[in-house]
């Protein structure tokens, strides 16, 4: 099995012992190609959404920008459903908080926006690069998890009261 | 082949032999679970008092009062997730739900950021020192994230009081599982399923504690894939990061080592629970000013729980934990049926 893990896998591991078949006494075990760039841009989102998240929340809180629910008004509402906050705070569901960005609330999607699209953008990374190991397989599972994640962002599915 | 399980970990703490010490530890743990459980009753009745919290008009409490105890209660949370061997999901969701006037959509909304912060954070770290593995991660996340979909649509279309219900059953159900289930450092996989060695699903990684490689196949690939697709489900339906069920289908079903299952459900974890959030955020249910302070305070408690990881006593903070579970579970099977 090592022997066919280093073809396939990028590793580089020695001979096993004998006495203990399962394992090794060496440290040469190294990620796939794939799984170093999908961590890569992983670590890069996280960065970027969790600052977005940080720095918009405190523009909301300052006051800078007007939110479309005031903050003292939002304790008074919470209990409603998602979507009778929303009517009473005048948000329209889906996407439509890229055309608020003015308000103070509706920036903190920016951040969280962020974070649910790293998973996305980490798969589109990976597809060449499993195209091109011809592994074909796992391609087809990164090809239909963008489609997956793509159409659970799209906002097509409406969910009624 | 190696067979450890957990059951073994008393002993290891406690070379006499004396059982009385380890229950003492339990009995600790389950007193701090109940008086964390009791503190936030009474702190929840004395705001009830002041706030209306069914009606939701309030009488002076300022709004601020609100983020900034969420803030502070889910950096205990993240202090004592780690050790306790939790997501911050799997806690956050029936405490608050049972002790915060939020409605449910807001909380397992909140629930779901919550949980991919949480992995997005531990992710890359273990997928670039191989400790996670993409090939393992890749067909169960398909399944788990496609059905985290339909959890989610399911979750927000029911009734508020029946998802509340299936909460407390399902928290309640996750307690037996956190108290029941074995767990097995290196399983033995005499044989690789067809499925497995088709996808070419096996590996190696490096264990910093013994210095070795360790060889892992998988096995009952099937199974595990449809139990994913019930792990999927709930996790969208109740907001719940799932990795008191992934890492038990990862190890004890499929045959994973058990450091690797720990490592690719964190990693998962990211994967399942954005597709579930983005319902979530399309359908409104995200309200900033309960999701950022809940994931900027699990943040950093998270921080601080895996610097304590060394010091503290896990098996006291693992039953404080599973204390707190099974009192909320209780308590949002109560408040489903209106008692």
């Known amino acids: 099995?090592?022997?066919?893990?280093?073809?396939?896998?990028?590793?580089?591991?020695?001979?096993?012992?004998?006495?203990?078949?399962?394992?090794?006494?060496?440290?040469?075990?190294?990620?796939?190609?794939?799984?170093?760039?999908?961590?890569?841009?992983?670590?890069?989102?996280?960065?970027?959404?969790?600052?977005?998240?940080?720095?918009?929340?405190l523009v909301y809180l300052s006051g800078i920008l007007t939110p479309k629910m005031p903050l003292e008004k939002v304790p008074v509402y919470w209990h409603l459903s998602s979507s009778e906050y929303m009517k009473v705070a005048g948000i329209k569901p889906g996407w439509a908080w890229l055309t608020m960005f003015q308000n103070g609330d509706m920036l903190n999607f920016f951040g969280i926006a962020i974070l649910g699209a790293i998973s996305l953008v980490c798969y589109l990374a990976i597809i060449p690069k499993l195209l091109r190991k011809k592994d074909t397989t796992f391609a087809m599972i990164a090809i239909v998890e963008v489609l997956v994640l793509a159409f659970a962002a799209s906002g097509i599915i409406h969910i009624g009261e | 082949?190696?067979?450890?399980?957990?059951?073994?970990?008393?002993?290891?703490?406690?070379?006499?032999?004396?059982?009385?010490?380890?229950?003492?530890?339990?009995?600790?743990?389950?007193?701090?679970?109940?008086?964390?459980?009791?503190?936030?009753?009474?702190?929840?009745?004395?705001?009830?008092a002041t706030v209306n919290l069914s009606s939701g008009a309030h009488s002076g409490t300022p709004w601020w009062v609100w983020p900034l105890s969420l803030f502070a209660l889910t950096f205990v949370m993240g202090v004592v997730a780690i050790p306790a061997g939790v997501g911050?999901?799997?806690l956050f969701v029936p405490i608050v739900s049972s002790f915060f006037p939020f409605n449910l959509d807001f909380v397992r909304g909140a629930g779901l950021m919550i949980a991919l912060s949480g992995s997005l954070a531990a992710g890359p770290g273990l997928l670039k020192r191989g400790m996670a593995d993409l090939r393992l991660a890749m067909p169960v996340a398909l399944i788990a994230s496609v059905f985290s979909i339909l959890g989610a649509v399911v979750g927000l279309a029911l009734p508020a009081k029946l998802v509340q219900i299936g909460l407390g059953a399902v928290i309640l159900a996750i307690v037996f599982v956190m108290v029941l289930a074995k767990k097995s450092?290196?399983?033995d996989v005499k044989l690789p399923d067809s499925l497995s060695i088709a996808l070419r699903i096996s590996g190696i990684y490096h264990e910093d504690s013994t210095k070795q490689d360790i060889d892992w196949k998988i096995h009952r690939t099937p199974?595990?894939?449809?139990?994913?697709?019930?792990?999927?489900?709930l996790a969208g339906m109740f907001g719940l990061g799932a990795g008191w069920a992934n890492v038990p289908v990862l190890n004890l079903v499929m045959g994973a080592p058990l450091k690797l299952s720990v490592a690719t459900?964190?990693?998962?974890?990211?994967?399942?629970?954005?597709?579930?959030?983005?319902?979530?955020?399309?359908?409104?249910?995200?309200?900033?000013?309960?999701?950022?302070?809940?994931?900027?305070?699990?943040?950093?408690?998270?921080?601080?729980?895996?610097k304590l990881l060394t010091k503290a006593k896990p098996?006291?903070?693992r039953y404080a934990v599973i204390t707190m579970l099974f009192l909320s579970g209780f308590r949002a099977l109560l408040k489903g049926f209106g008692i």
Request: charged residues 15%; proline residues 4%.
């Open chain 1, 1 to 57: 099995m090592a022997t066919r893990m280093n073809s396939k896998r990028d590793l580089k591991i020695k001979p096993q012992a004998k006495a203990e078949p399962a394992r090794t006494a060496t440290k040469t075990v190294r990620a796939t190609e794939e799984q170093l760039v999908y961590a890569g841009i992983l670590s890069m989102g996280r960065k970027i959404g969790l600052a977005g998240i940080v720095a918009s929340f």
């Open chain 2, 1 to 48: 082949m190696i067979v450890m399980k957990w059951k073994l970990k008393p002993n290891l703490d406690n070379p006499g032999g004396e059982e009385g010490y380890s229950m003492k530890k339990k009995l600790l743990g389950v007193l701090f679970g109940a008086v964390f459980i009791s503190i936030l009753v009474v702190t929840n009745s004395a705001l009830a």
């Open chain 2, 88 to 90: 911050g999901g799997v």
């Open chain 2, 185 to 187: 450092e290196y399983p």
């Open chain 2, 223 to 233: 199974v595990g894939l449809v139990l994913f697709s019930f792990i999927g489900f």
């Open chain 2, 265 to 306: 459900s964190s990693f998962l974890l990211s994967i399942t629970d954005t597709s579930a959030a983005w319902i979530y955020i399309n359908k409104g249910a995200i309200l900033p000013l309960v999701v950022a302070p809940s994931i900027i305070g699990m943040m950093l408690g998270a921080f601080i729980g895996a």
């Open chain 2, 315 to 317: 098996q006291v903070i």
